[in-house]
């Protein structure tokens, strides 16, 4: 059993969901720089997570992506959390 969990472990990228500073304030994981620039979005010169989300939707509008439609899921919750005063 030690064996499997360890082979588990190992399996797991942990580091592709950890939060990047990309400038501009803007964080995002490896993951969703990836399906980003799957799909040509120039989250650099965009100047906060809001802007990449509606781009996104603007995309996600137009053709089923399930990939984009789920960091779009994980962007969404981020900016909400950030926007909500506590």
Known sequence: MDDYIKEV???LDLKSNFL????NGIFLSKKEIEILNKYNIDYKNKNSL??????????L???????????????????????TNK
Do not use: F, H, Q, T
């Open 20 to 23: 990047e500073d990309i400038g």
């Open 61 to 83: 509008n137009e053709e089923e992506l399930e990939d984009l439609d789920l960091i779009s899921e994980s962007i969404a919750e981020r900016v909400y959390y950030n926007d």
């Open 9 to 11: 472990a190992n399996e």
């Open 50 to 59: 809001k802007s990449i989300l509606l781009e996104i939707e603007d995309i």
